[in-house]
């Protein structure tokens, strides 16, 4: 009898994981306010969640959705080949990923938790 391959929160990236949640950027700490404790909607998010060797900064298993903060390094041309082939990867394993730039926590916070709420939904 084969074992089936773990794909979420793999064992190797523990201690990788750990440290992202411990070295959150601002944008990050500021929009987990929102989702932790099932805040939104009644939603539970994860943290640093990974799929396979990826980590996605939150990560809601109910829906399949994973969200992404994007700060400067995501805009250059290797960050967003990188950005794209990694959602695509992603979206083969049936989850959605919805992006959102450092600043938009920070300056509309309204509109990303209401983005968030709608596909949640769709």
Known sequence: MSRKKQVYN??????FRR??????TPA???LWEYLK???????KFRRQCSVDN???????????????????DHYTESGI???YERTEYLNQKGIRIIRFENRDIFEHIDGV???IKRRLVG
Do not use: M, W
């Open 10 to 15: 793999i064992p190797q990236l523990k201690v």
């Open 19 to 24: 440290e992202l949640r411990n070295e959150a």
């Open 28 to 30: 990050e700490v500021v």
């Open 37 to 43: 404790g099932k805040q939104l909607d009644g939603y």
């Open 54 to 72: 990826f980590i996605l900064d939150f990560y809601c298993p109910k829906v399949k959705l994973g969200i992404e903060l994007d700060g400067a």
């Open 81 to 83: 080949i990188k950005d």
């Open 113 to 115: 938790l209401e983005e």
